[in-house]
């Protein structure tokens, strides 16, 4: 079975020497790894000691890049001391991101009102014109 690492125990490791990653729910030993990454070692140092999927995924990493993660899998992060994100729940304008549901309410609405405003305004015209 693959070890278990806390968010505690990854913290440990994040300096040049010893560099830990965690992406995707995993562990990583990116250690011999800095000198050679492409986006370079400061980035990586830098995404020590958290939870760096985000900014993994936001670069738009290449299939070769996720291919390389195998190399330096090291074991599991434990779930549970992963902390969530602090993603705001409510949109500004007031449209849930985290539902779906919602989402796709804010499309129908956004189509429907104008096509209710068209046809008020339509069935007047043509009210006044008979
Ligand atoms: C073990 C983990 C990682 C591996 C194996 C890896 C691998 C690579 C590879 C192969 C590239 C070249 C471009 C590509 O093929 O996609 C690259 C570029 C890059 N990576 Fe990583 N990477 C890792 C982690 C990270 C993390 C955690 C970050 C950000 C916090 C990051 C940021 C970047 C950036 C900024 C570039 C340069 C993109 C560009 O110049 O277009 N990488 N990485």
Known sequence: MAKEFTMAE???HT???DCWVVL???VYNVTTFLDEHPGGDEILLNATGKDATDEFDDIGHSH???AMLEKYYIGEANKSTIPTKTIP???PLGVDTKG???KYMAYV??????LIILNVVVALFSKSSA
């Open 10 to 12: 990854v913290a440990e």
């Open 15 to 17: 300096s040049r020497n």
């Open 24 to 26: 995707f729910g995993k």
């Open 64 to 66: 070769d890049a996720w």
């Open 89 to 91: 729940s409510t949109h």
């Open 100 to 102: 779906k549901k919602s």
């Open 109 to 114: 609405i956004q189509f429907l009102v104008p």
